[in-house]
């Protein structure tokens, strides 16, 4: 049996099964990529609910793993060596796993490259992009009397948006045919700022073509529906 006694993250919230890979995460458009990618890959895994809205992920546990206090994260018993290992943000546990288990990323170096790039697209500019029009659309920010900053991130968003409507012109998926990290890095994001967000209007996200076919197509998978409710809250 695996021992996790190094990383403080498993007195707060134990594992069960010590020798599957340790999912920290709420079902948010940045918690989902890591649910959906371990779904589609069918690696074992134990996933357990960090509540941010209760200020979980800043708590001292959950800081020795990540200390920049976000979800998800991982600890993985069978890490490289067969050590365990212990990962933060988003994009670098996708291609850990890739890589781990050769799967969602192409195996042609040129190809491999250029899906990373549109995962770090989205890791950079469209996470960033589209929470902020949440924030000033749905939350918060909602209340501020100048509305600039909304029509800021509000036309930034519609520019992304414009950017993969281009990229998906003649393709099913992002790298074509190959449905990659790219896809499950984006899909939970397009469809928080639609419905989530309530932006569908703000953004004319009915007057793409593209984007909202390859949304529908991705949702429809069922390791996607699947990872979309993981981890499952109280």
């Known amino acids: 049996m695996a021992d996790l006694s190094a990383y403080p993250i498993t007195r707060r919230w ?3 099964h010590p ?3 340790q999912l920290y995460s709420l079902n948010t458009p940045n918690g989902v990529k890591i649910s959906i990618m371990l779904e589609e890959i069918g690696l074992p895994y134990e996933a357990h609910l960090v509540d941010i809205t209760k ?3 800043w708590t001292p546990d959950f800081l020795s793993l990540n200390p920049n206090g976000k979800i998800p994260a991982i600890v993985d018993p069978n890490g490289p060596g067969g050590r365990p290992i212990g990962l933060f943000e988003s994009g670098a546990i ?13 195996a042609d170096p040129a ?3 250029e899906a990373i790039q549109w995962l770090f697209f989205q890791n950079a500019a469209v996470g960033p992009m589209f929470g902020q029009v949440g924030f000033f659309n749905r939350f918060a920010g909602k209340a501020f009397e100048d509305k600039r900053p909304l029509e800021r991130y509000v036309n930034e968003a519609k520019r992304l948006l414009g ?3 281009g990229r998906l012109a003649g393709r099913t998926w992002i790298m074509g045919d190959e449905y990659t990290v790219a896809d499950i890095a984006l899909l939970g994001w397009v469809r928080t700022l639609i419905n989530f967000y309530e932006a569908r209007d703000l953004v004319a996200f009915d007057s793409l073509r593209h984007v909202p076919a390859w949304l529908e197509r991705g949702l429809a998978r069922p390791a ?3 990872g979309l ?3 499952k809250r109280a």
């Open 14 to 16: 134990p594992a069960q």
């Open 19 to 21: 020798d599957r890979l």
């Open 55 to 57: 200020n979980e992920s």
């Open 94 to 106: 996708m291609i850990y796993l890739a890589d781990k288990t050769g799967r969602l990323l192409p």
């Open 111 to 113: 190809r491999r490259y």
């Open 163 to 165: 950017v993969v409507e």
């Open 224 to 226: 996607v529906q699947r």
């Open 229 to 231: 409710a993981i981890p």
